[in-house]
């Protein structure tokens, strides 16, 4: 494997610093917002100012770069998405990734009517996509959904309730999971749809009722979603009727890549060091101190050994290999280390500065640390809950230990 980018990639990375040194102005926001983990994710000013970057992204042809021509894209390789995603992570620039999970699906699987209707607006930015899999009784068990979907003439009647459906109160069209055969084995009967959750007038579609979820800070981040005999038009289809479980895994399997997490969090670290050596703690530099010296540098190996295991499976998949086994082994790190070593580090180097949250005067890094810190509690069970099903992947496939 060769670790160095080519003269080409090294090129266009310095052509992105630029365009983001430029265009992207981070403000007071934590562009982590834009992601499930976020700080400032009901923050409806912080995703306006997103969009206007985003649109920047879009008149460059950064925003589908890596989508086939057939779709507008320029089917850019391997090497090259992985700097832009790592150079937009490490910025915190938002990128708008986790809401085009969907678009991979739809490409592969959709039908032509999705994928005529729907494209263009993944395209100009103008859908926002809410994600409708987990419910009550299926998480990582996902296969166990009970949403009931009814043929009826050119539909479905949609009836259930989903839960955790992020953002879903400022999104107008939801990717949602349905059973449409009660009968067949868990992962034959289900079906894979897109349901409008949102008029053009911002109005609720009939028979959506949405039930508000609040982090530990407060913020709206989830909702309830109660189904009650929606009406979804049949072509609204990813994948068959019955095998949709194939084509939401699609889905699933972008959003688990997690490519350029340890460039998002290097990013974040230099930013930390970078506040901590103009910040002085009862009248001492924290970064006097030889023990954080040390954690700081332990954190940095671990996330460039994070960064050379994703290197590794981008390097497999530009090969033409699948990295099945790597794949998980690369997220799961990615994960781990987030939780279980990055935020904890800087949670324990600002002590009890981390209570401080955003907005406050002596809040470090205008209240990141603290808050990424609280919210990585939930790090690992989203996307499909990674962190329990890694080592189950790694174990089965990789090892070829019995189930
Ligand atoms: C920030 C965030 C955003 C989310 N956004 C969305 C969204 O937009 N749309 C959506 O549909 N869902 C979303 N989710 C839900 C997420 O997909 C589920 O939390 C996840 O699938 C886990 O399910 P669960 O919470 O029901 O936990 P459970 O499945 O009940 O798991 C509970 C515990 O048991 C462990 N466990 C369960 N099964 C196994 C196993 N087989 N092997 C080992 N350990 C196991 C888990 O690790 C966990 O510790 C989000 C979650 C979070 C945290």
Do not use: C
Not at 107 to 119: A, R
Not at 269 to 287: A, Q, V
């Amino acid at each position: 494997m060769d670790f160095k980018l080519s003269e080409e990639d090294t090129k266009f990375r310095d052509e992105l610093r630029q365009f983001i040194a430029k265009e992207w102005n981070p403000k007071d926001f934590d562009a982590h917002s834009m992601n499930v983990w976020s700080y400032d994710f009901d923050n409806a000013a912080a995703r306006d100012h997103a969009k206007i970057f985003q649109k920047k992204l879009i008149d460059k042809g950064y925003w589908t770069m890596a989508w086939p021509e057939e779709y507008g894209g320029e089917n850019a390789p391997i090497s090259k998405q992985l700097v832009y995603s790592e150079e937009m992570a490490y910025h915190d620039a938002p990128d708008g990734e986790p809401q085009r999970n969907v678009a991979g699906a739809i490409m592969i699987h959709g039908t032509d009517w999705v994928k005529t209707n729907f494209i263009p607006g993944m395209a100009d930015n103008s859908i926002d996509w809410a994600q409708g899999f987990s419910e009550p009784n299926a998480g990582t068990d996902l296969a166990n959904l009970q949403t009931r979907a009814v043929e009826d003439g050119d539909d479905f009647v949609v009836t259930g309730q989903k839960i955790w459906s992020s953002g879903s109160h400022f999104s107008n069209w939801y990717h949602v999971m349905v059973r449409t055969d009660p009968n067949a084995p868990k992962h034959r009967g289900i079906t894979y749809l897109i349901m409008q959750l949102k008029d053009q007038n911002g109005e609720q579609m009939p028979g959506i009722t949405l039930r508000p979820l609040y982090d530990m800070l407060g913020r709206r981040r989830w909702n309830e979603v109660f189904m009650d005999e929606v009406r979804v038009p049949k072509r609204q289809l990813i994948g068959e009727v019955n095998r949709g479980w194939y084509a939401a895994m699609t889905t699933l399997n972008f959003e688990r890549t997690g490519i350029e997490s340890a460039s998002r969090l290097i990013g974040v670290l230099d930013r930390f060091i970078d506040s901590m050596s103009k910040t002085k703690f009862n009248g001492i530099s924290p970064l006097a101190d030889p023990l954080v010296k040390h954690q700081l540098a332990e954190a940095r190996i671990t996330l460039e050994t994070d960064r050379m295991l994703a290197y590794r499976v981008a390097w497999m998949q530009a090969n033409g290999e699948v990295p099945q086994t790597e794949g998980a082994i690369s997220g799961l790190r990615a994960l781990a280390t987030a939780k279980f070593v990055f935020w904890p580090t800087l949670a324990k180097i600002i002590g009890p500065y981390r209570a401080l949250l955003k907005g406050e005067q002596r809040a470090p890094g205008n209240g990141i640390y603290g808050t990424n810190y609280a919210l990585s509690m939930t790090t690992g069970f989203g996307g499909g809950g990674g962190l329990a099903l890694g080592p189950n992947i790694i174990a089965q496939r990789g090892l070829g230990l019995p189930r």
